[in-house]
């Protein structure tokens, strides 16, 4: 696609496309009525079709097409489209010590492809970055791998969706089909008591903060998850490594 052969042709490339596989079908829901909503708001199939290639993020595209339809400025509408994906900020910090070790061009096309099924299934596979050529090696391919089921199963579905725009109706909901996709990842994350808690803190906070503007109740939910198990991280009790690890 958009990365290095050697990535293609590594056995973490394969292992990374079977974790992502079955995710496909709830990211392709998602993309089809992304694709949908973005030509019934009253958008040209050209500009449906630009946003998906250009965009590629879900929730700042369902975000910035009201704003559309209600003629606001543009910086309003690149402003939602920022707050909505900061949380990217914080995944790209946390992927940066596995990636900087490519080119510059390739830590970019993963700053592109990379979204949050991608992220999460592979930072659960590898909890710390490679120590040598060949951990980093096999981790960006299988980041690669992630990655290409997600954007192909995403750009394929939400092109289609603008195509049939006329024949889908909004209204059969198939959009919950990748929240519910996000949700069976995120529980099964929710491996130890801390991953709960933030879980839990995150979600308590993002619907209390529910009435802020610029859906800035997310950047609040994310902020004072990660303040509060940070804290908690700090006040648990240091457990010395057991001799020769």
């Known amino acids: 696609m958009f990365l290095r052969a050697a990535h293609y042709r590594h056995p973490a490339f394969a292992q990374g496309v079977k974790d992502m596989w ?4 709830g990211i392709a829901a ?3 009525m992304t694709g949908v909503a973005m030509v019934k708001s009253g958008m040209s199939v050209f500009e449906s079709v630009l ?3 250009l965009v590629f993020a879900g929730s700042s595209q369902l975000a910035a ?3 559309l339809v209600a003629n606001a400025p543009a910086w309003v509408i690149l402003a939602t489209g ?4 900061l949380r990217f900020v914080v995944f790209s910090l946390h992927l940066r010590p596995y990636l900087m070790h490519l080119p510059r061009w390739e830590r970019l096309m993963h700053g592109y ?3 949050d099924l991608t992220y999460v299934l592979f930072t659960r596979r590898y909890p710390k970055p490679g120590s040598t050529p060949e951990q980093q090696l096999a981790q960006a391919a299988y980041l690669a791998g992630n990655c290409v089921i997600n954007w192909g199963s995403w750009m394929l579905a939400s092109l289609i969706g603008v195509g049939l725009a006329n024949f889908i109706p909004t209204q059969w909901g198939l959009g ?3 929240i519910l996709c996000l949700i069976g990842i995120l529980c099964s994350l929710g491996s130890t008591r801390l991953r709960g808690v933030a879980a839990a803190v995150a979600g308590v906070a993002a619907v209390v903060a529910y009435s802020l503007p610029l859906k800035l109740n997310i950047v609040v939910a994310i902020a004072v998850a990660v303040l509060l ?7 648990q009790p240091h457990r010395p490594s057991a001799p020769g690890h």
């Open 82 to 85: 920022f707050c909505v994906n």
């Open 229 to 235: 198990c940070l804290g908690l991280e700090r006040l």
């Open 65 to 67: 097409i009201p704003l």
């Open 51 to 53: 946003m998906t290639l």
């Open 30 to 32: 998602w993309g089809l």
């Open 113 to 115: 492809l990379t979204a």
């Open 22 to 25: 079955p995710q496909a079908p």
């Open 176 to 178: 919950f089909a990748g």
